[in-house]
């Protein structure tokens, strides 16, 4: 009842990005970790799959042998969707006997499209045209583009109620996890809440305490002068 792009980009981040007529879509199909991998659990979502597809990723198994792991103790599998991308930017997919038309996935470089009870196949191949015809755009910005691309395709074939976004960068914690659980135009809503983002959540959050940074910065005027050096960076996004 979704579709998805999960990706790693070429700075090492992983990120979702992932829309559907569903409530709350962002809540429990898309995970992620630095340095180890991303998923998205959908259809008949197993919110069960997460913890040890993250588990065998970080151990190096191949995406492909972590998907036969997972199905092969579920016995709802023919009604599961999950695809899911390693640390080198190998993708595996999977979706089920049971999935409902039109359902599938297609794996890029770096990155996989995948989804369910969609318009048709022209929604994926969209999604993954518009990702891979963007490097340029920074990576949260090229994910949203691709949703963009694949609801202008058709998208749902349900209609229209949430989207969410989620990257990893170099932290424990995410980058970005934004949400649009309920919304006449979720995709649009998602760019929104991007776009205020930039404001002062992405330069801030670039001042807390990170591995290189134990402690983040806690001088509040130099926290301030970040956020101003960001916002001038990005042409006075946000003011």
């Given at each position: 009842?979704?579709?998805?792009?999960?990706?790693?980009?070429?700075?090492?981040?992983?990120?979702?990005?992932?829309?559907?007529?569903?409530?709350?879509?962002?809540?429990?199909?898309?995970?992620?970790?630095?340095?180890?991998?991303?998923?998205?659990?959908?259809?008949?979502?197993?919110?069960?799959?997460?913890?040890?597809?993250?588990?065998?990723?970080?151990?190096?198994?191949?995406?492909?042998?972590?998907?036969?792991?997972?199905?092969?103790?579920?016995?709802?599998?023919?009604?599961?969707q999950i695809h899911l991308i390693d640390a080198s930017g190998k993708a595996?997919?999977?979706?089920?006997?049971?999935?409902?038309?039109?359902?599938?996935?297609?794996?890029?470089?770096?990155?996989?499209?995948?989804?369910?009870?969609?318009?048709?196949?022209?929604?994926?191949?969209?999604?993954?045209?518009?990702?891979?015809?963007?490097?340029?755009?920074?990576?949260?910005?090229?994910?949203?583009?691709?949703?963009?691309?694949?609801?202008?395709?058709?998208?749902?074939?349900?209609?229209?109620?949430?989207a969410a976004l989620l990257t990893y960068t170099t932290e424990d914690y995410?980058?970005?996890?934004?949400?649009?659980?309920?919304?006449?135009?979720?995709?649009?809503?998602?760019?929104?809440?991007?776009?205020?983002?930039?404001?002062?959540?992405?330069?801030?959050?670039?001042?807390?305490?990170?591995?290189?940074?134990?402690?983040?910065?806690?001088?509040?005027?130099?926290?301030?002068?970040?956020?101003?050096?960001?916002?001038?960076?990005?042409?006075?996004?946000?003011?």
């Amino acid at each position: 009842m979704t579709w998805s792009i999960i990706a790693r980009d070429s700075s090492g981040a992983f990120g979702i990005a992932i829309a559907s007529r569903f409530f709350a879509v962002g809540a429990l199909c898309p995970h992620a970790r630095s340095g180890v991998g991303a998923l998205s659990t959908q259809a008949l979502v197993n919110p069960l799959y997460a913890a040890p597809a993250l588990a065998g990723l970080a151990k190096g198994i191949d995406p492909e042998r972590i998907i036969s792991q997972l199905t092969a103790g579920d016995e709802g599998r023919d009604h599961r969707q999950i695809h899911l991308i390693d640390a080198s930017g190998k993708a595996a997919a999977y979706t089920g006997a049971a999935c409902i038309d039109w359902c599938g996935h297609t794996l890029g470089s770096r990155f996989s499209v995948a989804g369910n009870m969609l318009a048709g196949p022209q929604v994926l191949a969209a999604t993954a045209a518009a990702y891979e015809t963007n490097p340029a755009l920074p990576f949260a910005e090229r994910l949203i583009a691709a949703l963009v691309a694949g609801e202008a395709a058709g998208g749902d074939k349900r209609g229209k109620q949430a989207a969410a976004l989620l990257t990893y960068t170099t932290e424990d914690y995410c980058a970005l996890d934004l949400r649009v659980d309920d919304h006449p135009e979720p995709i649009a809503e998602l760019q929104r809440l991007y776009q205020k983002s930039l404001e002062r959540y992405q330069p801030f959050s670039a001042c807390l305490p990170s591995r290189k940074h134990p402690a983040g910065i806690t001088d509040r005027a130099l926290i301030e002068a970040e956020i101003e050096r960001f916002q001038a960076r990005q042409g006075g996004a946000g003011t």
